[in-house]
């Protein structure tokens, strides 16, 4: 039983399931019409047989035992009534008579078609004769198959010389009124379900267009970038019948939209208040924080004698609206960036700029152990030279500034894309895209700036990448630098990789820190 359910399981698993809400129903109306039809036909056969089978045995009673009866006067002249070898009057042809004695058979004969009035002697087989004695002699039909004749309904009654006396008649008649209605029914349900299931598959499509059209708006939502900016929704189909439970589906997506695009629309423009709040404030405070700026350094050189104190607090003064100018420069880019300012599209090589952003930061940070590992050929993408460079300046500046003394930190850029031997770096075609976006056939520039400092702590990472992130009080444990930044200057990075269609990416865990930049050379 375990061996059965594995092999239907395994059939079952097979054999192929429709997925979408169209063919199940359709596929549920076939196999329901097919289970109807099955049962309407298997019952119309059942009975027709059972209905003829009774009328033979009806012939059966009529015939009685004459004509065997007769099969035993063999030395009986012919008349018009009968045969040197049987009484054949009011016998069908085809009727079969046979004669025991002692169980064994004596005579066997069938009356054959025509209008000649011979009988014809059957020469039955041992299996025959067999079951011929074996049938009880009570008059009750039943069916023998005798393998020197056909199936035959038969009964089997005590004769006057104390012999058995068998009669039957062929069910091959039975046989073919009821293949033949077998053939009639297969042919006319098969023609039934073709034509429901053409008919099914129309009624069900116009049954369910508005579901249809439910899914392709839903689809094209889907593919609509809704992270950010100004978002157009499809419009809806107003010619749904809400009575319907597709209808009402349908009605309370497009009710759904809506509030999807009141609330987008309301968002969108909030983003854009808020975003020329922070261009208007940058570019407003660049000037009053320069003009700071200049009096404390033109206070400085003041050739007169100042009291310490005061020296102390103008150069704090300098030092701090020299750090709110770069703030204030760092947040101007940004809403820059955001109101989706073209960048400029110049060949750079990359590998010059990542040489200089190196060695500038050996010299800010000396405690620090620097190391270079940079492609053999230089590296050529296209972009904004000055943003690029401001991307490996704050990759280092971050590295430096947020771990301690005497860490080592490795700057690599390599490329990756398809070799000379037609594949990719790691391995695979140069023809497959990959998560980055790279075309087939292009390469990739990658930029990794791995240190072995504490690490970003794990609540930090997931928005390490946003503005005004910042967990110097938790990772810079005797750190070089004793002030911290704005937090905004992995957020420049992120947003200027983005703006080149590039990706950047964080992988941290204690002792190990890499970020990952990926521009196109192409």
Same mark, same amino acid.
């Given at each position: ?23 199940? =129903? ?70 079969f008579g046979a004669r025991l004695v002692d169980g064994n058979v004596t005579h066997a004969a069938v009356v054959p078609s025509g209008s000649g009035l011979a009988v014809r002697t059957v020469a039955l087989t041992a299996h025959d004769r067999r079951a011929l004695a074996a049938l009880p002699a009570d008059g009750r039909p039943r069916t023998v198959d005798l393998a020197s004749l056909d199936e035959y309904r038969v009964t089997a009654a005590w004769g006057l010389d104390g012999d058995v006396l068998v009669t039957g008649l062929p069910l091959e008649p039975v046989e073919a009124a009821v293949h033949r209605l077998e053939l ?152 820059? =960036? ?57 990759? =280092? ?121 990926? =521009?196109?050379?192409?």
């Open positions: 039983m375990n061996a059965v359910r594995r092999v239907l399981g395994r059939a079952s698993r097979r054999l192929p399931r429709p997925r979408t809400l169209r063919a199940r =129903l359709i596929a549920g109306l076939l196999v329901l019409l097919t289970v109807s039809c099955a049962a309407v036909g298997v019952a119309a056969v059942v009975e027709l047989e059972h209905f003829l089978t009774g009328r033979v045995d009806q012939q059966l009673a009529e015939a009685g035992t004459r004509f065997p009866a007769s099969l035993e006067n063999t030395a009986r002249p012919p008349d018009h009534d009968g045969d040197e070898h049987g009484d054949t009057r009011h016998q069908p042809a085809g009727t009639v029914a297969g042919v006319v349900f098969g023609v039934a379900l073709a034509v429901t299931g053409v008919a099914g598959v129309l009624w069900v499509r116009w049954s369910l267009r508005p579901l249809s059209r439910v899914a392709a708006t839903a689809t094209r939502v889907s593919e609509l970038p809704l992270a950010s900016g100004e978002v157009a929704l499809p419009p809806r189909s107003p010619d749904y019948d809400p009575r319907s439970e597709v209808g009402r589906v349908a009605a309370a997506f497009d009710r759904m939209l809506g509030h999807v695009g009141d609330a987008l629309s309301k968002r969108h423009a909030s983003e854009e208040r808020l975003r020329r709040f922070a261009a208007d404030a940058s570019h407003e405070l660049r000037t009053p924080v320069a003009s700071v700026r200049g009096h404390a350094e033109l206070a400085l050189l003041h050739p007169d004698p100042v009291p310490p104190e005061v020296t102390r607090a103008l150069e704090r003064i300098a030092a701090e609206s020299s750090r709110m100018g770069e703030m204030v420069d760092e947040m101007l880019l940004l809403a820059r =960036l955001d109101a989706g300012r073209p960048l400029e599209r110049r060949p750079v090589d990359l590998t010059r700029l990542v040489l200089d952003a190196v060695t500038d930061a050996r010299a800010a940070g000396p405690g620090h152990r620097w190391t270079l590992d940079l492609a053999e050929e230089p590296v050529i993408v296209p972009g904004d030279a000055h943003r690029l460079h401001q991307v490996v300046a704050n990759l =280092l500046a971050n590295a430096r500034g947020h771990t301690p003394v005497g860490t080592e930190v490795t700057v690599t850029l390599a490329v990756d894309g398809p070799t000379a031997d037609g594949r990719g770096a790691g391995g695979s075609t140069a023809d497959s895209p990959t998560a980055d976006g790279r075309g087939a056939g292009g390469t990739t520039a990658v930029l990794s700036v791995h240190d072995t400092g504490p690490g970003v702590p794990a609540e930090v990472r997931p928005d390490v990448f946003e503005r005004f992130t910042r967990a110097e009080h938790r990772r810079r444990t005797g750190a070089s630098a004793s002030g911290g930044g704005a937090g905004l200057g992995l957020a420049i990075v992120a947003a200027v990789v983005e703006a080149h269609g590039g990706s950047v990416a964080l992988d941290s865990r204690p002792g190990s820190t890499t970020f990952t930049v990926r =521009l196109s050379t192409g």
